[in-house]
């Protein structure tokens, strides 16, 4: 009788690590199918020659711009629905990805003057993990702009601080007045142009050690910095 038992256990503890390993193929193929976007979209990437974002959006209606950081893997559609949970887990062509998407929060507009935008940062990388690069004081320093595209434009942004906040952030997570300068106060590394006037864009991704945290990069738009 002891020996059935010891059978049967052995048996459940086997085909439970067999559904564990089948999910673990099926999490890694539909992370590696979200970061690679596609022909369909990488088409219409811009380019310095081209920007045309409205071809994009005839894919999906839901693509309101795009984003990329030169010597990181950033380099995405970024995506806007009616809320902060839709692409959480869907990528650019609306299927399942845990990877999700770079979504902008559903209660901007690009002329706000502090807006968000989130994208996760996943164990295979892609996303927005490459914030992290930016805690080290040499990255953050050779790397002083990115791009952004928006309609038929490329906006040069500038990336003035990196720093961990708190998730629970209501200051700067509900979108409140002040948020940059309170984002700023917090920062590991600022850069001295953080006063500037402009428009400010927090992009925001979990902390690899604390859950509770969140790496973000401060950027900064002004109308002179508009190609």
Known sequence: MVSVVINYLIWAAIIALAFVCAYMIYDGLAV??????????????????????????????????????????????????????????????????????????????????????????????????DIIKFKERSFFEEHETGELFIDNRKIIFEIVAFGLIKADDRSVYDLKEGAARRVISQATFVRDSSAAEGRYILLSTCDAQDKTMRDVLLVRISDGIIE
Request: proline share 2%.
């Open 32 to 129: 590696t199918n979200s970061v690679i976007l596609g022909e369909e979209i990488l088409t219409y990437a811009p380019s310095d020659e081209t920007v045309n974002i409205a071809a994009l959006r005839d894919i999906n209606e839901d693509i309101v711009g795009w984003i990329r950081i030169k010597d990181t893997s950033i380099d995405y559609p970024i995506m806007q629905s009616a809320d902060n949970e839709y692409y959480l887990q869907r990528n650019c062509r609306r299927e399942f990805a845990t990877a999700g998407s770079i979504f902008l929060d559903y209660r901007n507009e690009w002329d706000d003057d502090f807006l968000i935008i989130y994208g996760h940062r996943m164990s295979y990388g892609g996303m927005f993990t």
